[in-house]
């Protein structure tokens, strides 16, 4: 069963504009991660963010995390149309031997 | 840099036929993964391994097999190809005890 669940499913805004997008999981967690992929490519890791960690930024990346709520948020700052891109939110489980469980998606247009 | 190739970027192949997809990682990484990507399904992991010779399944291995014989190479096997398995297979690694997974580029597989 699918574990994150993102949302919204698709975000169109204007370059320079900041772009928030949340994912939801169900079960206890080790990590959540966040990937981007490019049109027909294969996924680039972005972030990880440990279950003991509340808030991390690596450049232009901004990730919470809320273990009460059972969710996270990936912002993206002065958003670039390079930024465009499909964007996955990752778990991973306590003793899962490094599998992750991948939501379906959300879909960023930045328009230029 | 991690290096996760795959030995075609598009592969058309008949029903019934017997299919092999390839990847190759060159950092070592002890686990290697398949999962396949179908619009509004995510990524559904097929099949992963920890270890030369060992495999686990993973959520939808169903009509699928895979082969580790060597650390760095992890093959995905179709022993009769059907149309359902018509879809986007990415390949990925991450070291022992490591949570992040480098992705190879994918192969987009049509069967007809």
């Known amino acids: 069963s699918q574990q994150g669940e993102e949302d919204p499913q698709a975000l169109s805004i204007q370059e320079g504009e900041n772009a928030t997008m949340n994912c939801s999981y169900k079960?206890?967690?080790?990590?959540l991660q966040w990937y981007r992929q490019n049109s027909g490519r294969g996924l680039v890791h972005l972030i990880l963010i440990r279950s003991n960690e509340r808030e991390k930024h690596s450049g232009r990346l901004r990730v919470t995390l809320d273990t009460s709520k059972k969710s996270s948020s990936l912002l993206i700052t002065a958003s670039r149309a390079a930024d465009t891109a499909s964007y996955f939110c990752a778990t991973g489980l306590t003793g899962a031997n490094s599998k992750l469980t991948f939501g379906k998606g959300i879909t960023l247009s930045v328009r230029p | 840099d991690v290096k996760v190739t795959q030995s075609s970027r598009y592969l058309v192949k008949r029903t019934g036929e017997k299919v092999f997809l390839e990847c190759v990682q060159d950092m070592d990484h002890e686990n290697m993964f398949w999962y396949r990507q179908d619009p509004g399904l995510g990524l559904r992991l097929i099949y992963f391994s920890y270890d030369v010779k060992m495999k686990e399944k993973g959520d939808i291995p169903e009509g699928y097999s895979v082969s580790r014989e060597k650390k760095e190479r992890f093959s995905l096997i179709l022993e009769s190809a059907s149309t359902n398995q018509t879809s986007m297979y990415l390949c990925?690694?991450?070291?022992?005890?490591?949570?992040?997974?480098?992705f190879g580029p994918g192969t987009r597989l049509t069967v007809l």
């Open positions: 079960t206890s967690i080790n990590n």
């Open positions: 990925a690694s991450s070291a022992q005890g490591r949570d992040t997974q480098y």
